[in-house]
């Protein structure tokens, strides 16, 4: 299942990181030049930025701050996807295809409720998407970095589900594993908040995606609770 186009975005190419400077800035060389990169994923990162990575990157319009915007990078297993702006277009996409056991009749994006925006609604039932571009020992984790917004998140969604919603966390990794967990030690409210939803009725879905070698995004596979 196809479910995005990433030379839709405009003119893609290939770079080499040098050092990533800070949450969103990375500079890289880029046909010879050293060139800036913004970074659209304020994750840690520190198994996939490092230096002489091959980066795919979309060449950003004249007047940015930066010279290209960062799209995937390079690792064992292939492309993979490092641009949170592309999270909800391509989950939706998914939802709308069937990915929670049905086809929705409507679906919703940015949908308030309580003090927070919830990812989506797709009938009735309010989901909280997270990527997830953290793999060690097989294990899929999130999150990669603390998140009080998304311990928040799923409040919410417990909240909704005593509403008389039906509520559900969706994980998509980036990356290849064997099952997924919320990190042990990373954030450890996000953690309990995480185990305390699905106890409270809160379900779980998680899918892979994968970018082929024409640049295009597709569904590959659902991924399982640990």
């Given at each position: 299942?196809i479910?995005?186009?990433?030379?839709?975005?405009?003119?893609?190419?290939?770079?080499?990181?040098?050092?990533?400077?800070?949450?969103f800035?990375?500079?890289a060389?880029?046909?010879?030049?050293?060139?800036?990169?913004?970074?659209?994923?304020?994750?840690?990162?520190?198994?996939?930025?490092?230096?002489?990575?091959?980066?795919?990157?979309?060449?950003?319009?004249?007047?940015l701050?930066t010279?290209?915007?960062?799209?995937?990078?390079?690792?064992?297993?292939?492309?993979?996807l490092?641009?949170?702006?592309?999270?909800?277009?391509?989950?939706?996409?998914?939802?709308?295809?069937?990915?929670?056991g049905?086809?929705?009749?409507?679906?919703?994006?940015?949908?308030?409720?309580?003090?927070s925006?919830?990812?989506?609604?797709?009938?009735?039932?309010?989901?909280?998407?997270?990527?997830?571009?953290?793999?060690?020992?097989?294990?899929?984790?999130?999150?990669?970095?603390?998140?009080?917004?998304?311990a928040?998140?799923?409040?919410?969604l417990?909240?909704?589900?005593?509403q008389?919603?039906?509520?559900?966390?969706?994980?998509?990794?980036?990356?290849?594993?064997?099952?997924?967990r919320?990190?042990?030690?990373?954030?450890?409210?996000?953690?309990?908040?995480?185990?305390?939803?699905?106890?409270k009725?809160?379900?779980?879905?998680?899918?892979?995606?994968?970018?082929?070698?024409?640049?295009?995004?597709?569904?590959?596979?659902?991924?399982?609770?640990?």
């Amino acid at each position: 299942m196809i479910l995005f186009d990433l030379k839709s975005l405009g003119h893609l190419t290939t770079g080499s990181l040098i050092e990533r400077e800070n949450r969103f800035l990375a500079t890289a060389i880029v046909h010879g030049q050293i060139q800036k990169v913004h970074i659209a994923d304020t994750g840690r990162l520190e198994e996939i930025l490092t230096p002489q990575r091959e980066l795919l990157l979309l060449e950003n319009r004249p007047g940015l701050k930066t010279d290209y915007t960062l799209v995937a990078a390079k690792m064992e297993e292939g492309w993979v996807l490092i641009n949170t702006k592309l999270h909800s277009t391509i989950a939706k996409k998914a939802i709308e295809a069937g990915l929670l056991g049905f086809r929705p009749k409507k679906v919703q994006t940015e949908v308030r409720f309580g003090k927070s925006r919830i990812d989506f609604m797709a009938d009735n039932m309010l989901i909280e998407l997270k990527g997830c571009s953290l793999v060690e020992n097989n294990i899929c984790l999130f999150p990669n970095a603390p998140t009080t917004r998304g311990a928040r998140h799923i409040e919410e969604l417990m909240a909704a589900k005593e509403q008389g919603f039906e509520a559900a966390i969706l994980i998509m990794a980036v990356r290849p594993c064997a099952c997924f967990r919320a990190h042990p030690t990373r954030d450890e409210a996000f953690r309990t908040i995480f185990q305390k939803a699905l106890q409270k009725g809160v379900r779980f879905f998680g899918f892979f995606i994968q970018i082929d070698t024409n640049f295009t995004i597709r569904y590959a596979g659902n991924l399982q609770l640990c």
